[in-house]
């Protein structure tokens, strides 16, 4: 029998001990002897053709070794543009963004030249020196327009803008609507913005002429991909290149593909035989990292008289800006996601992707998910208000029933099976969120606040999460002959504490303490094979692989140890890293059991078991698991300026099996202060040019601490059906449900002007405006009979 | 461009220490400390002063390294992360974060940390309210700050208790 | 986001830096460097000279004389707000100093560079303004003063001349029977405001208003003095009907327009934080009146 020891407790964190003391080691920590520094000179237009580029007053500043253009590079690429990183055969061909752009340039940002200099401050001097001209072209800004006949083209050899449309369905929508007795219909914009991790992109390359080896440091949540990457536009072999990933200042979905700037140092060093390295700096990320920005929704839900859904039918444009990186998972997601935690019995959602002259849009924080549970819980308020029922209510009678769990929905993932709801109580869920934010005793304090001239809110919304997207995710655990424990994989740690997790599940095996336990991620000569971090996917995938390959271990260690000190393996444990029969004296240690079958020459291997003590797994899974959060929150909302200001907010999440309490809570206060965010503050400012404006971090809002209420998070476990160990993915199960309830305590607060929010991030001057039109409606006598 | 402009050598005291490295006027203090110092544990996150990341200690004042030039360090007395540990013994600020996980990716830490080793001195005894509106000036993507608010309330009374009161 | 290479000069006298600054078509002085050094790293100024102040001691002081207080140009933020004289003759400084960015930047930051930024959304501008404060500045042809609303010429720019630098700022603080109020909207703590407003009171015996500035900011290019709003409270008690009157006369001062904001809203919101800040100056009127 295995005691379980470490999975389910708090331990402290692996990665701590370095990183509070600053002894991290992130991508600008890398120093490699001869580095040079690169800088990437960019569009300042959103649309135009080069027409020349002069780079001579450039290269004749002293401390510039190079000024490459995509002519240059081609000396060592095999292709000018980067693969697509979900290969499809639906998109069509030629989207991905170019290494380095040669003729058109298609958003603000797009790199044009690479100057590689002895530091970044005369990097930055020989851009300046850089003569480029460009005719600029009309540029296309809004996603919307962006489809209509008259626009004009984001890329010049593109028929229009439009990528790719879809239909999401299943039953028969049209029917089920037209037919309801009731119907409401929600149009929404929904923007949620850049990653903007603290720590910004970045990589070194240090090219090996003697050793011929491309080493690459990338602050990256994907290092295997990215070795695959560099490999294909580099004409390199797996020997040839490995790819190491330094700790990682958080990546939120920017980190999770390969971008032209990592080809283009890996090219230049190449090319140079000297180190280069690049770091991203926050203007870059504004215009050079993946964002998720514009969906435009209108759709349309029919209902029975209690408040029931019958079906949701509508369309769906989403922005996928210049050039796409990865395909069209974000409007995908968004798209099966509208259903949510709920009993949707007929649904049809037209998507189209257009292209735009803005950066690319990929997944950040959510992947879609926190778009199509907003849709949903708008058309649940909107269900509420047309029949004057209570909003718990109206979820109560529309969420699956525990007895239903295991439940197949009628839509389909991408694998073309059927999505399951694996596991959970959802009602009961939304009921102990309701129950700790004592939504029962809120009318009173609605009254009392009231009388002070406060408007108070309450919020409620609830959102599901699939985690664990597979198909696999890499794990090796080996105990080496000197005793250390080691768990290789091709998971990425971004500041999880995915590290302390590894080794807590290893842990439980080996008997050992999880401190004692090296976990190395993303080294791709550590391990081959790896998909990375994305999707709230490596507690479900690579915990599993290190939870089987450490039993795996463990049975060998105990075979070995068995045939050592001649005793039964029933009668063995592990304790403290020594195998022993318990109350027993005689023992040995890891270490010498990895010693003894590391072989010694000319003698036959001594316990009968096959040489080496480690075991390499890749568990499989082809289905999600889906974990609920529900959310409730207490706002004020003050409508002569339109402020909003959290009270209090709850969070119900379903988290499967726990295996650190500790980092799952933090992940949920991260993933909802992000959702947070997109509510109430982060917008990608653009014109109409597709120009940026919001530049800064003093322009583009994101929260600090003084905005965040305090959260109670009550983690429930519904432990997995889908896995051995019943875990579920967290990362970013804060983050869906939240828009949802903030806008629904919004609107509660201001029920007597009746307004309706169909934008998110809602900012206090859009809410005075709502608020205006309603005064000025209920003055002459326009508006419609106000509901609760 | 003259004289002025050129690299000289620039002597600052950080952690206790006195050095000296080559660089431009124009060298900002959080790029001195990186990279003609190699003192690596100050981090740059927006280099235009919003998100905090480069706090350091001048004269015991919490600043933002990014926002001044290295020569302007010259006769000042720099403290930054690397001084807050003795030896093995952890400051009771990173014995709270630690035990209250109020760090995950670690990169906004460094500046946290010396933001408020100057506020707890000044404010010993604070609330939760005063917490959160000394780091409104750092930005953290990772935790939502509610684990900082708790290990900052913890460090306090800790310090607290050590200074006898 | 490196600045541009530039002639740096640490002069340690004020006709140091006189000299230093009148002898380049293209210099910038460097004070706090909370707002210039964030403009030099993103490039957006590329000066041949920097002039750094921060080594001038003679510019940094608080200092009583006669009927005013001088506060010399590189005055910390932070020494101001820390400050219990200033306190003492003018309480609303304190108070707006809290909302002044964050304690770092206070840190550094100093009053005559944020007046020399001019940013129309700053308070220590708006504070000037609020108290008719008077600019001292030195050039080479020597020294002159000059009132705030000359100083606030438009748009981020004073009235300065190139090869001047800012001294000292003069305050007169109001004696006698006196409240004063200041409130602010931003989107985040610390954030620049929205729309602000600052009211300064003196009352007679009979409660009635002998005197009144209220300044609004972040709804005009420069800080506001609202003289339409001040004139309807002298002679009169501060009562809520004529507080609701005089914060709705705010809301048509309001003129920026941005992607932020409409004037129309920035307006509204001045005229919240007008009746907000009246209503705390009455209050501190009203504690004076029991003492």
Redesign the interface.
């Known amino acids: 029998m295995v005691e379980k020891k470490y999975i389910g407790k708090?331990i402290?964190?692996l990665?701590?001990?370095a990183?509070?003391?600053?002894?991290?080691?992130?991508v600008?920590?890398i120093?490699r002897y001869g580095q040079l520094d690169a800088a990437f000179l960019r569009s300042p237009v959103a649309h135009g053709m080069i027409r020349s580029i002069d780079r001579s007053g450039a290269l004749a500043l002293p401390g510039v070794y190079a000024v490459y253009t995509l002519a240059d590079l081609r000396e060592v690429l095999t292709a000018d543009r980067l693969p697509l990183q979900f290969p499809s055969d639906v998109l069509p061909p030629n989207i991905s963004p170019f290494i380095l752009a040669s003729s058109e340039v298609a958003h603000v940002g797009e790199p044009i030249a690479l100057v590689v200099a002895e530091?970044?401050?005369i990097a930055?001097?020989a851009l300046?020196l850089i003569d480029v001209e460009i005719d600029p072209l009309p540029p296309v800004s809004d996603c919307r327009d962006a489809l209509a006949p008259s626009s004009p083209k984001a890329h010049v050899d593109r028929p229009g803008n439009l990528l790719i449309d879809f239909v999401q369905e299943y039953g028969d929508a049209d029917l089920a609507v037209t037919g309801a007795p009731h119907r409401v219909k929600v149009s929404l914009k929904q923007h949620r913005g850049g990653a903007?991790?603290?720590?910004?992109r970045g990589s070194v390359a240090d090219y090996d002429r003697d050793m011929r080896v491309l080493h690459v440091w990338i602050s990256s949540q994907l290092a295997h991909e990215a070795r695959f990457f560099l490999m294909k536009m580099l004409g390199l072999d797996e020997n040839q290149i490995r790819v190491m990933t330094p700790?990682?200042?958080?990546g939120?979905g920017s980190k999770f593909t390969v971008y032209p700037e990592e080809v283009a140092i890996s090219a230049a060093s190449l090319l140079l035989g000297r180190p280069v390295k690049w770091?991203e700096?926050?203007?870059e990320h504004f215009i050079g990292s993946i964002q998720e920005r514009d969906q435009y929704w209108d759709i349309e839900a029919g209902f029975d008289k209690e408040g029931k859904l019958l079906g949701i039918r509508g369309e769906m444009i989403s922005d996928g800006g210049a050039y796409t990186y990865q395909g069209i998972n974000l409007a995908y997601n968004a798209s099966t996601n509208v259903p949510g935690p709920y009993v949707l019995p007929n649904y049809k959602l037209k998507v189209s992707v257009s292209e735009t002259n803005k950066v690319g849009t990929a997944p950040v924080r959510g992947a879609g998910y926190p778009e199509g549970c907003f849709a949903m819980e708008r058309i649940l308020d909107a269900i509420a208000r047309h029949l004057s029922l209570d909003r718990a209510e109206v979820r109560r009678r529309n969420l699956v029933p525990a007895s239903a769990i295991p439940y197949e929905t009628p839509m389909a993932a991408r694998s073309k099976s059927k999505i399951v709801y694996d596991s959970g109580d959802f009602p009961a869920c939304l009921a102990l969120a309701l129950q700790k934010a004592d939504y029962a005793g809120f009318e009173a304090r609605r009254e009392k606040a009231r009388l002070s001239g406060k408007w108070l809110g309450f919020g409620i919304s609830t959102g599901i999460k699939g985690s664990g997207r597979g198909p696999f995710e890499s794990a090796t655990v080996r105990i080496g002959r000197s005793g250390r424990v080691s768990v290789y994989t091709g998971a990425m740690a971004?500041?999880?504490?995915l590290k302390t997790t590894l080794a807590q599940i290893t842990a439980d095996q080996l008997g050992i303490e999880p401190k004692d336990i090296t976990v190395i991620c993303g080294d791709t000569s550590t391990i081959q094979l790896g998909l990375g971090g994305f999707a709230s996917r490596q507690t479900v995938t690579a915990g599993n692989s290190t939870h089987l390959a450490a039993k795996e271990v463990r049975a060998k260690v105990i075979a070995a140890a068995a045939n050592l000190l001649d005793v039964p393996s029933e009668k063995l444990e592990i304790q403290d890293g020594r195998v022993g029969e318990p109350g027993k004296n005689r023992s040995i240690s890891l270490g010498e059991i990895a010693d003894s079958l590391a072989g010694a020459p000319g003698y036959k291997m001594a316990s009968g078991l096959p040489p080496g003590l480690d075991a390499a797994v890749n568990f499989e899974t082809s289905a999600l698991t889906y974990g609920m959060g529900a959310h409730a929150v207490e706002l004020e909302v003050?409508p002569?300026?339109?402020?909003v200001k959290l009270l209090n907010y709850v969070v119900v999440n379903d988290c499967g099996t726990v295996i650190n309490p500790?980092?799952v809570?933090?992940q949920i206060?991260?993933g909802?202060?992000?959702g947070i965010g997109n509510s109430l503050?982060e917008w990608m400012?653009y014109?109409d040019n597709a120009q940026p404006?919001t530049m800064?971090?003093?322009e583009y809002?994101?929260?600090?601490?003084?905005?965040?209420p305090?959260?109670d998070v009550n983690i429930v476990e519904y432990p997995s059906s889908k896995n051995p160990l019943g875990v579920k993915g967290v990362g970013e199960s804060g983050t869906v449900p939240a828009a949802g309830a903030i806008v629904s305590g919004i609107e509660d607060a201001l029920r007597e002007y009746g307004i309706v929010i169909e934008e998110i991030p809602i900012?206090?001057?859009r809410i005075?405006?709502l608020v205006k039109a309603s005064s000025e409606n209920t003055k002459a006598g326009l508006r419609s009979t106000a509901t609760a | 461009m003259s004289e002025a402009s050129d690299p000289r050598i620039i002597s600052i005291n950080v952690d206790g220490k006195q050095h000296s490295a080559t660089a431009?006027p124009?060298?900002t203090l959080v790029d001195f400390l990186?990279?003609n110092l190699?003192l690596?544990?100050?981090?740059?996150?927006?280099?235009?002063g919003?998100?905090g990341?480069c706090t350091i200690l001048v004269d015991g004042s919490a600043v933002r390294s990014c926002l001044m030039l290295a020569v302007q360090a010259e006769n000042k007395n720099i403290h930054?992360?690397?001084s807050?540990?003795t030896g093995d013994t952890?400051h009771p600020l990173?014995t709270a974060?630690?035990?209250h996980?109020a760090?995950?990716?670690?990169?906004?830490?460094?500046g946290m940390l010396m933001t408020l080793v100057e506020f707890l001195h000044d404010v010993p005894d604070p609330t939760e309210?005063e917490?959160?509106?000394a780091?409104?000036?750092?930005?953290?993507?990772?935790?939502?700050?509610?684990?900082?608010?708790k290990a900052t309330l913890d460090a306090a009374a800790e310090l607290r208790r050590a200074q006898g009161k | 986001?490196?600045?541009?290479?530039f002639e740096y000069f640490a002069p340690t006298k004020l006709g140091e830096a006189v000299n230093l600054l009148s002898a380049s078509e293209n210099a910038r002085v460097l004070a706090g460097g909370q707002s210039l050094m964030?403009m030099l790293n993103?490039?957006f100024v590329f000066p041949d000279r920097v002039i750094d102040l921060n080594r001038v001691p003679e510019l940094d002081f608080i200092e009583q004389d006669v009927d005013h207080i001088a506060i010399g140009a590189m005055t910390r933020q932070r020494t101001l707000q820390r400050s219990a004289f200033i306190a003492a003759q003018m309480p609303v400084i304190p108070k707006a100093l809290r909302y002044v960015g964050h304690f770092q930047t206070r840190n550094r930051g100093t009053i005559g560079g944020s007046l020399c930024q001019l940013d129309p959304s700053a308070e220590l501008p708006a504070i000037a303004m609020a108290y008719d404060a008077v600019v001292e500045a030195e050039g080479p042809n020597g020294k002159r003063s000059i009132p705030m609303p000359e100083f606030a010429s438009s748009y981020m720019t004073t009235s300065l001349a190139l090869d001047e630098v800012l001294t000292c700022i003069r305050f007169k603080p109001w004696q006698g029977r006196t409240g004063s109020g200041f409130c602010e909207?931003s989107?985040?703590?610390?954030?620049?405001a929205?729309a602000g407003a600052i009211a300064l009171l003196e009352a007679g015996n009979d409660n009635r208003v002998t005197r009144a500035s209220v300044t609004l900011f972040g709804i005009t290019e420069t800080p506001k003095r609202a003289h339409d709003v001040e004139a309807l409270l002298v002679g009169h008690r501060l009562t809520a009907d004529l507080s609701e009157q005089a914060s709705q006369l705010c809301i048509g001062h309001a003129t920026l327009e941005d992607?932020?904001?409409?004037a129309e809203?920035r307006g509204?919101?001045a005229?919240?934080m007008a009746k907000n800040a009246l209503e705390e100056a009455r209050c501190e009127l009203d504690l004076h009146n029991h003492e």
């Open positions: 708090p402290p964190r990665e701590d001990p990183l509070i003391r600053g002894d991290g080691r992130f600008d920590d120093h530091n970044r401050y930055e001097d300046a903007h991790p603290i720590e910004c700790d990682v200042g958080g939120f770091i700096d926050r203007r971004m500041g999880q504490g003050d002569r300026i339109g402020s500790q980092t809570e933090g206060h991260g909802l202060v992000h503050f400012g014109d404006f800064t971090l003093a809002l994101m929260p600090t601490a003084p905005e965040i305090h959260i900012s206090p001057a005075f405006a | 431009e124009r060298v990186r990279h190699q690596l544990g100050t981090r740059v996150g927006c280099e235009h919003v998100c990341a930054t992360i690397a807050l540990a952890l990173q974060f630690t035990k996980h760090l995950q990716c670690g990169y906004c830490t460094s309210e917490i959160r509106e780091i409104s000036g750092n930005l953290c993507r990772c935790t939502g700050y509610q684990n900082i608010v | 986001m490196k600045p541009p290479p964030a993103m490039r909207f989107r985040r703590h610390g954030d620049f929205v992607p932020y904001g409409s809203y509204h919101v005229a919240a």
